[in-house]
């Protein structure tokens, strides 16, 4: 199983970026389906998660209303829209996937067995 993530990039605070996370090895639409992120010298904390049946689960209140996950199950796709984009969002994220359909109530990295390599996300003007 692998995950690749592409999208990132530089954007300016209020634009939006699109992350893909593309599956393979794994039926996607099976399984839950979480972000992460990670700044340098802090620990990768949990952004969303969504479950197999698409409930989205937030881990972080600063997101709700910005950021959204959805699946193109034809291409074993998920995506991380983010709008409204501010500074404190630059990071790393992470796309994320186990074994299970229902999303951990909190997100820790250890509730995720597979990972993908991460891209670099930076908000700035």
């Known amino acids: 199983v692998q995950l690749a993530e592409s999208g990132g990039g530089l954007v300016q605070p209020g634009g939006s970026l699109r992350l893909s996370c593309v599956v393979s090895?794994?039926?996607?639409?099976?399984?839950?389906l979480g972000w992460f992120r990670q700044v340098p010298g802090k620990e990768r904390e949990g952004v969303l998660c969504a479950a197999a049946d698409d409930e989205i689960t937030y881990y972080q209140d600063s997101v709700k209303g910005r950021f959204t996950v959805f699946r193109d199950n034809t291409k074993n796709t998920a995506y991380l829209q983010m709008n409204s984009l501010k500074t404190e969002d630059t990071a790393v994220y992470y796309c994320v996937t186990d074994y299970k359909a229902d999303c951990p109530q909190r997100a820790t990295p250890f509730h995720f067995e597979i990972w993908g390599q991460g891209a670099q996300v930076t908000v700035s003007s």
């Open positions: 090895g794994f039926t996607l639409e099976d399984y839950v």
